[in-house]
């Protein structure tokens, strides 16, 4: 399964980062499973990343991409181009006023352990988000108790022409697991406002996440996170427990046994597998109760058999 090579109008841009054409995706997402990107770029910065996106013709899609922990990438792989942020959107930095400046590649977990030690509080809820803080601002990421929107102060971003933009906290129109902010652009990084804390009082805080996490989530699998956001006054895991799908397996894609609001690759499972699965837990549980689950986990590519003529 491979891609028609577009990678021609890049061939005289002074491009710092790395390029690949029919690039492995599959290595790159928590899942382990998924076809290839037709273009692949790494960006060795903002500049860098301007650049790139200075070059792509407009008709090519767009994907961005973080450390793949809410990501299903389809079997066919994903027509386009697929920027993959790397260690320069990586930084984190403390700011007068408890304030933490992060870049959209930096890990949640890391952000909150950087403001916890610099004693700032209100962050350490990142602690239960396995991914970026871009993929946090796209989603208006949140757990145990806090979210993206109680902290954010801007957001830094390019847009598809390459031009730099910066988003307010009114900019991001925040909701439930989501923002409104435009589909095209790409988060560069962002400034949270915490509150003064105690670094020793706020990473017991984060520990107990961590105990919790691990009781109760499959961690250590190949999952994607939660598969399904809660439907209001309702959580996910208990209508797909309450619809008998707890350990329900299509190939080699299970729903995990300990926590059954995640899909787990077993081994050899292939996307298709998994995106079967969890249309199968969909449909029992609106069989079961009338509620239409929606999908948390970004689903993105093409089927295989989509590129079959």
């Not at 009781?215 to 250590?220: E, F, G, I, M, R």
């Not at 837990?281 to 689950?293: A, D, F, Q, S, Y």
């Not at 929606?294 to 058999?305: F, L």
Request: one cysteine or more.
């Amino acid at each position: 399964m491979t891609f028609p090579d577009i990678s021609a109008p890049f061939r005289d841009a002074p491009l710092r980062g790395s390029l690949a054409v029919n690039a492995p995706l599959a290595p790159l997402t928590w899942f382990r499973t998924g076809g290839p990107a037709q273009l692949l770029f790494t960006p060795a910065d903002a500049e860098d990343l301007a650049l790139f996106l200075r070059h792509l013709p407009a008709d090519v899609p767009l994907l961005v991409i973080g450390l793949g922990s809410n990501l299903l990438v389809r079997d066919g792989g994903v027509p386009g181009a697929v920027v993959r942020l790397g260690k320069g959107f990586s930084t984190i930095a403390i700011e007068p006023g408890h304030r933490v400046r992060a870049g959209a590649a930096a890990a949640d977990v890391k952000v909150a352990r950087a403001a916890a030690e610099a004693g700032i509080d209100g962050l350490a809820f990142l602690r239960g988000i396995p991914g970026t803080i871009g993929g946090a601002l796209r989603m208006n990421g949140g757990a145990y108790g806090g979210d993206v929107a109680q902290v954010l102060v801007e957001a830094r971003a390019l847009d598809r022409g390459g031009e730099s933009r910066v988003l307010t906290h009114a900019d991001m129109g925040f909701s439930y697991r989501h923002t409104a902010a435009p589909d095209d652009l790409i988060f560069t990084g962002a400034l949270f406002q915490g509150t003064p804390g105690n670094p020793e009082e706020i990473l017991a805080r984060m520990g107990a996440i961590t105990e919790a996490r691990s009781a109760t989530q499959p961690v250590n699998t190949r999952t994607g996170g939660s598969t399904f956001t809660n439907p209001e006054g309702s959580k996910a895991w208990e209508l797909v427990d309450a619809a008998g799908c707890r350990g329900l397996r299509i190939g080699a894609a299970q729903v995990s046994e300990l926590h059954c609001n995640f899909l787990v690759n077993t081994g050899g499972a292939t996307a298709a597998d998994i995106e079967t699965l969890g249309e199968e837990v969909r449909r029992r549980v609106h069989e079961k109760t009338g509620i239409v689950l929606q999908w948390e986990i970004r689903r993105v590519g093409v089927p295989a058999e989509s590129l079959k003529s």
